[in-house]
């Protein structure tokens, strides 16, 4: 079956501190790529997107994330971290093929940054 | 302001009642989704509806159903709540099968 998986559950940093957060995917086909933010209180919204071309992806607030196809991976990353990205971050895949148009969510990982 | 309405914000349920959670988007995407989101699993389909008079299964679709009678709305019923079915809600949008969602503001469930 098909997954998603965030290897970081829970995640704590100072800021300026730098993250990434790691996120793989199982599913042989091409597949479309996303992190969503999900800030306290409020409903998911999208950081950034890769469908093609360049893997580098950057996304709103500083926000970056590089597609590496062959560890079928897309972590997420940030050079510096600011006390206001304390939040939820879910990593999600959507098969480019079938017809199902869904996407697969990881458990997601909570950020908590300290002032 | 446009984007997807949900209702009710919150409910408290008792066990084999029927309740209708209720999504009303006006960006008129044609793609229309339930999702469930539960502390550790993250978010999960439950239904989703990629035009309107269609739709189609999720992850975890048993003890619910959906309808789209129209573009703009997509109602998620659950016929006899148990209390597994405390969760989250999120309603969600796009403009096609392949692009990003927008989420609504969720309807926290809890069926005692």
């Known amino acids: 079956a098909q997954s998603v998986s965030q290897h970081n559950h829970h995640v704590i940093l100072s800021e300026a501190a730098s993250l990434e957060l790691g996120c793989n995917y199982s599913y042989g086909g091409t597949v479309n790529l996303f992190w969503y933010v999900q800030y306290p209180g409020q409903h998911l919204q999208l950081l950034l997107k890769y469908f093609s071309g360049d893997p580098l992806v950057k996304g709103i607030k500083g926000f970056e994330a590089e597609f590496i196809k062959s560890k079928f991976s897309f972590n997420l990353r940030k050079p510096s971290v600011q006390w206001s990205d304390t939040a939820e971050y879910f990593c999600?895949?959507?098969?480019?093929?079938?017809?199902?148009?869904?996407?697969?969510f990881g458990q997601g990982t909570t950020l908590q940054v300290k002032p | 302001i446009a984007g997807i309405t949900q209702a009710p914000t919150s409910q408290i349920l008792a066990a084999g009642r029927r309740m209708t959670l209720r999504c009303t988007q006006d960006m008129r995407h044609n793609a229309m989704y339930w999702y469930r989101q539960d502390l550790g699993l993250g978010l999960r389909l439950i239904h989703y509806?990629?035009?309107?008079?269609?739709?189609g299964k999720g992850e975890v679709p048993d003890g619910y159903s959906v309808s789209r009678a129209n573009t703009d709305d997509f109602p998620l019923t659950l016929a006899s709540a148990v209390p597994s079915q405390t969760s989250v809600y999120f309603c969600a949008s796009s403009d096609s099968r392949f692009t990003p969602l927008h989420f609504g503001n969720g309807t926290r469930l809890t069926v005692t």
């Open positions: 509806s990629n035009t309107a008079g269609t739709t």
């Open positions: 999600a895949v959507n098969p480019t093929s079938g017809n199902t148009g869904k996407l697969i």
